[in-house]
């Protein structure tokens, strides 16, 4: 069966999760993207909650969500995975990073095996959805919220050519820091609360529910921009 990558849902909180599009969840395009990876089979659903401590509470949310897509299938993979937690990682085919600390998850990712099988899984067809710490951990760099200084900023998967930074409009005071740290050329991508990103294959990006905010490092001068999802697009162009 051929795969192909998929869009990386970024997600500034889990509300997106429960969130309805005309009428239906916002999650039911989950079945048509990965129709070719299923085969005929059910979902499988993995939820990565090291970034915050494995807490059950928030699985408990994530299982909600997935239920609410008609995924049912779903498993919590912990900060210290088994063998069998990694084989239910490894065919996947929604793959969930929560928010939390961006740098204790990730961490634990690459001291678990975690790494290099979602590399392995957004290459064969699978969905990776970040919220809020987790989708910094699918951006070209990343921080620990309140931590700002230079050593606090590091290289997370990098599946997406910017830095994201997540609910703190409208000032964006860490990912303004964040982007002068990367220097110039660099380009980041603010998600307000409530708000989402769909980066699809062709590096088209796409706002979800509210309008997002992109910054430009211009040789040193930051220049920013309003991207506005498309339904705001065609009310805008009227």
Request: with cysteine; net charge negative; aromatic share 8%.
């Amino acid at each position: 069966m051929s795969s192909s990558p998929k869009p990386l849902f970024l997600l500034a909180d889990s509300s997106l999760l429960f969130w309805r599009s005309e009428g239906r969840p916002f999650l039911d395009c989950l079945h048509t993207l990965t129709r070719a990876e299923q085969g005929g089979q059910p979902l499988h659903a993995a939820y990565l909650g090291a970034s915050n401590g494995d807490e059950p509470a928030y699985f408990e949310l994530f299982t909600g969500a997935m239920e609410l897509a008609g995924i049912t299938r779903c498993r919590m993979i912990p900060s210290e995975p088994t063998a069998e937690d990694l084989a239910w990682l490894a065919r996947a085919h929604v793959i969930l990073l929560a928010g939390g600390d961006p740098r204790l998850g990730w961490d634990a990712f690459q001291r678990n095996g975690v790494e290099p099988l979602l590399r392995e899984r957004h290459a064969g067809g699978a969905i990776l959805i970040g919220i809020s710490a987790g989708a910094m951990q699918l951006a070209a760099r990343a921080w620990s919220e309140g931590s700002l200084s230079g050593e606090s900023l590091f290289t997370p998967l990098g599946l997406a050519p910017f830095l994201v930074g997540v609910h703190e409009q409208p000032e964006w005071k860490e990912l303004k820091w964040a982007m002068r740290e990367a220097g110039p050329g660099a380009r980041g991508i603010g998600i307000p609360l409530g708000g989402g990103a769909l980066l699809h294959p062709d590096q088209r990006l796409e706002p979800v529910r509210h309008p997002l905010v992109e910054f430009r490092n211009e040789a040193g001068v930051l220049r920013e921009t309003r991207l506005d999802p498309p339904a705001l697009q065609s009310l805008v162009t009227k």
